[in-house]
């Protein structure tokens, strides 16, 4: 299936007009349900019992007690290792004023700067560090939600030892004593019989260590294991802001992989029409990715027709007439021709612009070799790409382990192998094998409860750490707080192994600092990198690279294991198979943030589901299996099976199902699943059909439909925007999201404001005149890549609480920002956009007027406020509002923090945010909070608030920066601040515009870069 961004999409527009989901664009009866008005027939449910299922009580308090439902605590937490004794306060430092620590956040090798706002020693708030090269300023959701993993109440507290009584609660002498006394035996057998096994680390200090062990015990072993890579022989990092032609082939770069951030900032830089050459990008996937949705192209094609593709293409570069053509891998089928119509468009846009395009590949050791010869023919290497080697020499990959070779001492650093290795990689069997086995970890998970020993792990934000980047730059990873329940990190636990004197992660990364960087002056460069996060004075040298050579030779091998996996025979018959693809989960990551609520509860971008996984599927394929949306599937492969709920997905290639990994915890906590308290999972474990051999793609599986439905907590038909009639809202959706070639946008440069037309409009009253300041958004749709980022951002900064899943189902989830989801066109070929939808700011307010309580008013720089304590909950603002931006709280989301448990998630809320009670209505306040105490400063200072200094929490986790926020200045003359400069771009539109409601929320209309010669092959 071949699809376009740009197959005359204006005519795709007007024959099938944006819709939101299948739902809607069918027109199903549950879908008018939800266009219902708020105000119901007495006694009419919000949905049917059977929809939402049996709120269970004890549940819904065990997901709250662990949420972000924070409040405000006077609690004071300081490093222990004291340097200005706390009689005298330190300097810089005032009580109840917010303060910024700079650290590094290294999650599975890819680490991200980041500043960290503190209170009183408690981090509250964590944002992008813009001098490190892979944030510049932006984050990720998993970096947004690290302070609600730091405060949860189910981390572990205490180290344990597995015995023949049970399970022993021992202190931290002990276990320090246990793990000198095995050290020092397995340093007199030369690491005889020690094995180690770790996740992937940035960390030079980490990398010392492993060499000091290394020569201390020659024969131990030294395993690493990240479920989601690098599977391949090469890491790849890529500069998509020297590339004027992208080119992803299976690789969502945008989304849950490395480097998004960065990856992500660099293709947003050269999406403005106006600002210069406007790259394009070309996607081949099997699922529907954040990144095919920003993709000018998108080719859906099955999993085992990749390989096909890329050998195409491959020839195609090298070959410029493309001789050999005639070896069309599967001439005889129109959907394999029209792909490789597609290649070869493709690969002529590619010559044509040689040195100034790239090639992004899977995490595949077949693929990433032949998609780094197709860059090397376009002589890319070394410009727009580099390949780096995925391993220190001296590790091996887990699944390369011997398994059978017993191990005397095993030793596991973070990570939960029991639970996400490869269903063929007996890990559990090692586990119990080991004379002794050690696990460090954050939570007590399904690895701890089969090891000997479960000692605690430092949460990072209150641990010392360093990373390097691929490209030589150093950072430095500083606690903001007191380890809450003591914790050792790896390199402490490996240096008490070492019997090293000095074993404080201070130490011991000053002291690789002076190693790296040399004694002279080291002082001042050590407080420099403390203070900036980063030390970019001198870099260190680049990664080992790898050759092409080499990346061929392991590609051969790759491919020849991978062929005589194929020719296995099937051992059952299944009346339907389908093609299984693994997806990271876009909240949960690989599983370890799975007893995170916030992102349990973040909407997937694609699916817009919560709390769970599903079997993702086209239309076409479940018409074919004979299924729908909720209908329980059995996935079967190799005698492995597993259970999920359907989720149709336009856009996923016909034959394959999307499933993502990171569910089905079994010893996760109160939210994510625990076997041990009694609390069912969320989700299923995808890990059960996965293998070594294929840890992306499973062909032959084979699908049956259970007898059972599972309600799916997806959110996308909630808060459908205008709801005063169907037809009136079918008709008004397509100029909701405006885009246009940029063809178009070059011949009618306004065309996003000619596309509704708004009469001469005038209000029934005295419209009030602003003289102060006059706060104003903006957001560009040609940047916005729905990462959510922003969404996950505004819940940590205002207090915003989970409510759980029954509640979702029931459309009460609270965030004030969300992220509508759109497709143009049809089912089978859609085009995708995103729109962030978030309070208006309208000057005219249609909330204000109904509120009977004067709970909601407008102030005199044109926010929108909410007087919390006047509101009674009459839900008539809501009602009124028609972009269905306000939340109501239908419970008491805090009463479970009497709870003693819970006592340390009080130290996780903004002090400066209030937080609500039931049966108040809430909504964004532009971040008014930011706003208020920038303009403070400002007054201290003697000056106005200078254009730039007021970040809101969702402009500034956004890594593509598609948000600008700021004061739109005096009315009259030119513009003079970012904002107001795009409010008078031509591009920049309000929505609804025709109900003169004066937003102060602007869009910038989406430009697409097609090829022209795409639809003429």
Same mark, same amino acid.
């Given at each position: 299936m071949v699809q376009s961004g740009n197959d005359n999409v204006t005519e795709q527009h007007a024959r099938h007009g944006y819709w939101r989901s299948l739902a809607e664009l069918a027109d199903t009866p549950e879908f008018r349900a939800q266009l219902e008005p708020q105000f119901r027939e007495a006694g009419q449910p919000y949905l049917s019992t059977e929809a939402a299922g049996d709120v269970d009580r004890r549940r819904w308090f065990q997901i709250v007690a662990a949420s972000a439902v924070l409040a405000s605590a006077a609690g004071c937490r300081w490093e222990r290792e004291e340097i200005v004794p706390l009689t005298k306060r330190p300097d810089r430092r005032v009580p109840g004023e917010p303060y910024r620590v700079a650290t590094t956040m290294d999650l599975a090798g890819d680490p991200i700067g980041l500043l960290v706002t503190c209170v009183d020693g408690r981090p509250i708030k964590v944002e992008g560090n813009p001098l490190h090269p892979q944030s510049g300023g932006g984050t990720h959701v998993f970096a947004q939600a690290a302070t609600l993993e730091l405060y949860d109440p189910d981390r572990s507290r205490d180290p344990v030892e597995r015995t023949a009584q049970g399970d022993e609660v021992r202190d931290w002498d002990r276990a320090r004593a246990m793990l000198r006394a095995r050290f020092e035996a397995l340093r007199a057998a030369e690491g005889a019989g020690l094995v180690i096994v770790a996740g992937a680390s940035a960390s030079p200090t980490l990398a010392h260590l492993r060499s000091q062990l290394r020569r201390a015990m020659p024969r131990m072993r030294w395993f690493q294991h990240e479920p989601l890579g690098p599977w391949a022989q090469a890491v790849a990092r890529y500069d998509l802001d020297q590339a004027e032609i992208i080119v992803s082939l299976g690789a969502d770069v945008f989304g849950v992989s490395r480097d998004s951030v960065r990856l992500t900032r660099q293709f947003a830089s050269r999406r403005d029409p106006a600002a210069g050459k406007m790259n394009r990008l070309y996607v081949v996937e099997s699922g529907l990715t954040v990144t095919g949705a920003a993709a000018d192209h998108r080719i859906a094609i099955a999993p085992s027709d990749l390989p096909k593709f890329v050998e195409r293409l491959s020839r195609l570069v090298e070959s410029p007439r493309g001789h050999g053509s005639g070896g069309g891998t599967a001439g005889d089928s129109s959907s394999s021709a029209a792909w490789e119509r597609a290649a070869s468009v493709i690969a002529d846009d590619l010559r044509s612009h040689a040195g100034r395009c790239v090639v992004i590949g899977p995490d595949d050791p077949v693929l990433l070799p032949q998609v780094a010869r197709i860059n090397q023919a376009l002589g890319v290497i070394g410009r727009t790409v580099r390949y780096f080697a995925a391993m220190p020499d001296d590790v091996q990959r887990l699944t390369d382990a011997d398994l059978d070779e017993p191990a005397h001492t095993l030793l596991i650093l973070g990570g939960n192998p029991v639970y996400d290795a490869p269903c063929d990689c007996n890990i559990a069997a090692m586990i119990e094998a080991a004379d002794c086995s050690i696990h460090l970890s954050l939570y007590r998970n399904e690895t701890s409860r089969l090891c000997n020993w479960h000692l605690p792990q430092a949460h990072f934000l209150e641990a010392w750490g360093d990373a390097r980047t691929l490209d030589g730059m150093y950072s430095v990873a500083q606690p903001t707080i007191e380890p809450l329940y003591g914790g050792w990190s790896a390199i402490e636990l490996l240096a008490v192994g070492l019997g090293l004197e000095e074993t404080s992660g201070r130490q011991l990364v000053r002291a690789q600092f002076v190693r790296l960087f040399g004694e002279s002056d080291w002082e001042r460069r050590w407080r420099k990198a403390l203070h900036d996060g980063v030390f970019a004075e001198k870099r260190l040298p680049l990664s080992p690279e790898v050759a092409l050579a080499a990346l061929a030779s392991g590609g051969a091998e790759a491919r020849q294991q991978a062929q005589e996996q194929e020719s296995e025979p099937q051992q059952s018959a299944a009346e339907h198979r389908v093609e299984v693809v693994f997806a990271p989960g876009d909240g949960v990551y690989d599983g370890r943030f799975a007893n995170n609520a916030w992102l349990q509860e973040f909407p997937q971008p694609i699916t817009r589901l919560t709390w769970g996984n599903a079997a993702v599927m086209s239309p076409a394929s479940a018409e074919?299996?004979?299924?729908?949306?909720?209908?329980?599937?059995?996935?079967?492969? &190799?005698?492995?099976?597993?259970?999920?709920?359907?989720?149709?997905?336009?856009?996923?290639?016909?034959?394959?199902?999307?499933?993502?990994?990171?569910?089905?915890?079994t010893e996760a906590g109160r939210v994510g699943g625990s076997e041990s308290g009694g609390i069912?999972?969320?989700?299923?474990?995808?890990?059960?059909?996965?293998?070594?051999?294929?840890?992306?793609?499973?062909?032959?599986?084979?699908?049956?439909?259970?007898?059972?439905?599972?309600?799916?907590?997806?959110?996308?038909?909630?808060?459908?925007?205008?709801?005063?009639?169907?037809?009136?809202?079918?008709?008004?959706?397509?100029?909701?999201?405006?885009?246009?070639?940029?063809?178009?946008?070059?011949?009618?440069?306004?065309?996003?404001?000619?596309?509704?037309?708004?009469?001469?409009?005038?209000?029934?009253?005295?419209?009030?005149?602003?003289?102060?300041?006059?706060?104003?958004?903006?957001?560009?749709?040609?940047?916005?890549?729905?990462?959510?980022?922003?969404?996950?951002?505004?819940?940590?900064?205002?207090?915003?609480?989970?409510?759980?899943?029954?509640?979702?189902?029931?459309?009460?989830?609270?965030?004030?920002?969300? @992220?509508? &989801?759109?497709?143009?066109?049809?089912?089978?070929?859609?085009?995708?956009?995103?729109?962030?939808?978030?309070?208006?700011?309208?000057?005219?307010?249609?909330?204000?007027?109904?509120?009977?309580?004067?709970?909601?008013?407008?102030?005199?720089?044109?926010?929108?406020?909410?007087?919390?304590?006047?509101?009674?909950?009459?839900?008539?603002?809501?009602?009124?509002?028609?972009?269905?931006?306000?939340?109501?709280?239908?419970?008491?989301?805090?009463?479970?923090?009497?709870?003693?448990?819970?006592?340390?998630?009080?130290?996780?809320?903004?002090?400066?945010?209030?937080?609500?009670?039931?049966?108040?209505? +809430?909504?964004?306040?532009?971040?008014?909070?930011?706003?208020?105490?920038?303009? @403070?400063?400002?007054?201290?200072?003697?000056?106005?608030?200078?254009?730039?200094?007021?970040?809101?929490?969702?402009?500034?986790?956004?890594?593509?920066?598609?948000?600008?926020?700021?004061?739109?200045?005096?009315?009259?003359?030119?513009?003079?601040?970012?904002?107001?400069?795009?409010?008078?771009?031509?591009?920049?539109?309000?929505?609804?515009? +025709?109900?003169?409601?004066?937003?102060?929320? &602007?869009?910038?209309?989406? @430009?697409?870069?097609?090829?022209?010669?795409?639809?003429?092959?």
């Amino acid at each position: 299936m071949v699809q376009s961004g740009n197959d005359n999409v204006t005519e795709q527009h007007a024959r099938h007009g944006y819709w939101r989901s299948l739902a809607e664009l069918a027109d199903t009866p549950e879908f008018r349900a939800q266009l219902e008005p708020q105000f119901r027939e007495a006694g009419q449910p919000y949905l049917s019992t059977e929809a939402a299922g049996d709120v269970d009580r004890r549940r819904w308090f065990q997901i709250v007690a662990a949420s972000a439902v924070l409040a405000s605590a006077a609690g004071c937490r300081w490093e222990r290792e004291e340097i200005v004794p706390l009689t005298k306060r330190p300097d810089r430092r005032v009580p109840g004023e917010p303060y910024r620590v700079a650290t590094t956040m290294d999650l599975a090798g890819d680490p991200i700067g980041l500043l960290v706002t503190c209170v009183d020693g408690r981090p509250i708030k964590v944002e992008g560090n813009p001098l490190h090269p892979q944030s510049g300023g932006g984050t990720h959701v998993f970096a947004q939600a690290a302070t609600l993993e730091l405060y949860d109440p189910d981390r572990s507290r205490d180290p344990v030892e597995r015995t023949a009584q049970g399970d022993e609660v021992r202190d931290w002498d002990r276990a320090r004593a246990m793990l000198r006394a095995r050290f020092e035996a397995l340093r007199a057998a030369e690491g005889a019989g020690l094995v180690i096994v770790a996740g992937a680390s940035a960390s030079p200090t980490l990398a010392h260590l492993r060499s000091q062990l290394r020569r201390a015990m020659p024969r131990m072993r030294w395993f690493q294991h990240e479920p989601l890579g690098p599977w391949a022989q090469a890491v790849a990092r890529y500069d998509l802001d020297q590339a004027e032609i992208i080119v992803s082939l299976g690789a969502d770069v945008f989304g849950v992989s490395r480097d998004s951030v960065r990856l992500t900032r660099q293709f947003a830089s050269r999406r403005d029409p106006a600002a210069g050459k406007m790259n394009r990008l070309y996607v081949v996937e099997s699922g529907l990715t954040v990144t095919g949705a920003a993709a000018d192209h998108r080719i859906a094609i099955a999993p085992s027709d990749l390989p096909k593709f890329v050998e195409r293409l491959s020839r195609l570069v090298e070959s410029p007439r493309g001789h050999g053509s005639g070896g069309g891998t599967a001439g005889d089928s129109s959907s394999s021709a029209a792909w490789e119509r597609a290649a070869s468009v493709i690969a002529d846009d590619l010559r044509s612009h040689a040195g100034r395009c790239v090639v992004i590949g899977p995490d595949d050791p077949v693929l990433l070799p032949q998609v780094a010869r197709i860059n090397q023919a376009l002589g890319v290497i070394g410009r727009t790409v580099r390949y780096f080697a995925a391993m220190p020499d001296d590790v091996q990959r887990l699944t390369d382990a011997d398994l059978d070779e017993p191990a005397h001492t095993l030793l596991i650093l973070g990570g939960n192998p029991v639970y996400d290795a490869p269903c063929d990689c007996n890990i559990a069997a090692m586990i119990e094998a080991a004379d002794c086995s050690i696990h460090l970890s954050l939570y007590r998970n399904e690895t701890s409860r089969l090891c000997n020993w479960h000692l605690p792990q430092a949460h990072f934000l209150e641990a010392w750490g360093d990373a390097r980047t691929l490209d030589g730059m150093y950072s430095v990873a500083q606690p903001t707080i007191e380890p809450l329940y003591g914790g050792w990190s790896a390199i402490e636990l490996l240096a008490v192994g070492l019997g090293l004197e000095e074993t404080s992660g201070r130490q011991l990364v000053r002291a690789q600092f002076v190693r790296l960087f040399g004694e002279s002056d080291w002082e001042r460069r050590w407080r420099k990198a403390l203070h900036d996060g980063v030390f970019a004075e001198k870099r260190l040298p680049l990664s080992p690279e790898v050759a092409l050579a080499a990346l061929a030779s392991g590609g051969a091998e790759a491919r020849q294991q991978a062929q005589e996996q194929e020719s296995e025979p099937q051992q059952s018959a299944a009346e339907h198979r389908v093609e299984v693809v693994f997806a990271p989960g876009d909240g949960v990551y690989d599983g370890r943030f799975a007893n995170n609520a916030w992102l349990q509860e973040f909407p997937q971008p694609i699916t817009r589901l919560t709390w769970g996984n599903a079997a993702v599927m086209s239309p076409a394929s479940a018409e074919t299996i004979g299924v729908r949306d909720g209908d329980v599937v059995r996935l079967s492969a &190799r005698g492995n099976e597993l259970e999920l709920p359907v989720c149709l997905v336009p856009g996923v290639a016909d034959g394959a199902v999307v499933v993502a990994l990171g569910y089905g915890r079994t010893e996760a906590g109160r939210v994510g699943g625990s076997e041990s308290g009694g609390i069912a999972s969320v989700g299923a474990n995808v890990y059960r059909l996965r293998t070594a051999e294929e840890p992306w793609s499973l062909k032959g599986v084979g699908v049956y439909k259970a007898s059972r439905r599972e309600p799916l907590a997806t959110v996308q038909d909630h808060f459908p925007i205008d709801t005063t009639g169907f037809k009136a809202r079918t008709g008004r959706a397509p100029v909701l999201v405006r885009q246009a070639d940029l063809e178009e946008y070059r011949k009618h440069p306004d065309f996003a404001r000619h596309q509704v037309h708004v009469p001469h409009q005038e209000s029934l009253w005295k419209e009030p005149e602003y003289r102060g300041y006059r706060w104003a958004m903006t957001v560009d749709l040609s940047k916005c890549v729905g990462c959510g980022a922003c969404v996950v951002a505004c819940q940590a900064e205002n207090n915003i609480p989970v409510v759980g899943k029954e509640q979702v189902i029931r459309g009460r989830e609270m965030h004030w920002m969300r @992220i509508d &989801r759109y497709y143009a066109g049809p089912a089978d070929q859609p085009v995708v956009a995103f729109q962030p939808m978030l309070c208006q700011q309208c000057e005219l307010a249609p909330c204000e007027g109904v509120c009977p309580v004067n709970a909601t008013v407008h102030s005199s720089e044109g926010l929108n406020d909410m007087v919390y304590n006047r509101c009674v909950g009459t839900r008539y603002c809501g009602n009124n509002c028609p972009y269905k931006v306000r939340r109501f709280n239908y419970f008491n989301y805090h009463k479970h923090l009497a709870d003693a448990r819970n006592e340390v998630l009080k130290m996780g809320a903004n002090p400066e945010v209030t937080v609500r009670s039931r049966g108040v209505m +809430e909504k964004c306040t532009y971040c008014v909070q930011r706003i208020q105490a920038a303009k @403070i400063k400002a007054k201290n200072a003697g000056e106005a608030v200078r254009d730039g200094a007021i970040a809101t929490a969702c402009q500034q986790a956004c890594p593509a920066g598609a948000i600008v926020f700021g004061d739109l200045g005096p009315a009259e003359g030119p513009p003079r601040t970012a904002v107001a400069r795009q409010f008078a771009d031509p591009r920049t539109y309000e929505l609804l515009a +025709e109900l003169n409601h004066k937003a102060r929320t &602007r869009y910038m209309a989406r @430009i697409r870069n097609p090829n022209p010669s795409w639809g003429t092959g």
